[in-house]
């Protein structure tokens, strides 16, 4: 809890004790809110990290591996909360190697190698060509890495 002060003192949140009591419960990890950060697992510092990522609702939300480190059950609550996230209008930005998670929650997706912009598109459209992103990049960064 003490770093979510630190967050919206930052970020000049109002009422940082109910949103963060509605993130604490929301992915379960409210028996944890006194715990020092160094002392929390892995997963649930990735559920503090999601937290501070969105407590303030951000317009635009820039995030890197939103999934590593939550188990199944926890990946699909949270792939449910960006895809609604997006239905409000807002527009999230997401890095990710885990190339199937990207096709499955992404409208649209840029491939990027060796700081070289090698394409992008609409993942839609990707699929609907019978193609599926990880094969797609693979084909694209080794005709790069040829080149």
């Known amino acids: 809890m003490e770093y979510l002060y630190f967050v919206a003192a930052v970020r000049k949140i109002a009422d940082i004790e109910t949103k963060a009591e509605w993130w604490f419960d929301f992915l379960d990890f409210a028996d944890k809110k006194n715990v020092l950060c160094k002392d929390l697992s892995r997963g649930t510092r990735q559920k503090l990290m999601f937290t501070q ?76 060509n019978n193609g599926h992103l990880s094969s797609f990049f693979l084909s694209l960064v080794r005709k790069d890495h040829h080149v």
């Open 53 to 128: 990522a969105f407590i303030h609702e951000p317009a635009l939300a820039l995030i890197d591996e939103p999934l590593i480190n939550f188990d199944p059950i926890m990946q699909d609550l949270v792939k449910a909360y960006l895809a609604e996230y997006v239905k409000k209008g807002r527009t999230i930005f997401i890095s990710t190697h885990i190339l199937e998670v990207a096709e499955e929650i992404c409208s649209g997706f840029a491939i990027l190698h060796k700081g070289n912009l090698l394409h992008s598109g609409s993942v839609a459209t990707l699929v609907a």
